[in-house]
């Protein structure tokens, strides 16, 4: 079956553009993550879905940050007026939270995002 | 604050021997420890995940210790093969409120043939 997809792949985007990137999860999966992975450091939570509950975005660095996710399924990263400093890779994760708890997540390619 | 950390930074080792990293945690409210695996150009792959009543756990070449008085995790792998080569992430997270994980900073480890 179809795993995390997410797109683009690569965007190289200028400082001050706007970018939106998509995370289309596993069918099914009411859990959804959003982490950045800058180079040589861990996963840096940014925003958790979880089903029509509210969204924890006690991660997202400023208020530059925003996601959404449409329907309980596809999920949009937006992040305005980018910086260099928001060069990294984005990842995404879902995973089916059985009884309340998360185990599994189920990540994406990521999509490396490069500010010139 | 880094809530799990994670060592060594990177890691080599010959083909057939044991690779060792190690993870250190201070909130006892965590209950579930995963390990994730990542190849360059791929999002991290659970690899083996542990939770607090066992203090050891084995899949295949890829064993968890678990030290629950001294808030330490680590994970073996017996025998690595080049195949290993990979980065490695412990993570640590409380399992009924679903979303925070807490991820190290990674280990990445290199086998030579």
């Known amino acids: 079956g179809a795993g995390v997809s997410q797109s683009p792949s690569n965007k190289v985007t200028e400082k001050g553009k706007d970018v939106e990137l998509r995370c289309d999860p596993i069918?099914?999966?009411?859990?959804l993550y959003w982490y950045r992975q800058s180079l040589g450091q861990g996963l840096e939570f940014l925003i958790y879905f979880q089903g029509n509950s509210a969204p924890d975005k006690s991660g997202l660095p400023s208020d530059r940050f925003s996601a959404e996710r449409t329907g309980g399924s596809v999920s949009t990263l937006t992040i305005q007026r980018t910086q260099q400093e928001d060069s990294a890779v984005y990842l995404c994760?879902?995973?089916?939270?059985?009884?309340?708890?998360?185990?599994?997540?189920?990540f994406g390619p990521g999509t490396r995002l490069t500010v010139t | 604050q880094q809530q799990v950390k994670q060592s060594p930074q990177s890691l080599i080792v010959q083909k057939g021997g044991i690779s060792i990293i190690n993870c250190a945690y201070e909130n006892t409210a965590f209950d579930y420890f995963p390990w994730y695996q990542q190849f360059p150009g791929k999002g991290p792959a659970l690899l083996i995940a542990i939770r607090p009543d066992v203090s050891e756990k084995k899949e295949g070449r890829f064993t968890i210790s678990f030290n629950k008085s001294a808030k330490q995790f680590s994970l073996h792998i017996m025998d690595s093969q080049p195949g290993d080569s990979a980065t490695y992430f412990c993570a640590a997270s409380i399992g009924n409120t679903g979303n925070q994980f807490y991820f190290g900073t990674g280990t990445s480890l290199t086998v030579i043939p």
């Open positions: 994760a879902s995973s089916f939270p059985l009884r309340g708890f998360s185990y599994e997540q189920y």
């Open positions: 069918s099914g999966h009411t859990a």
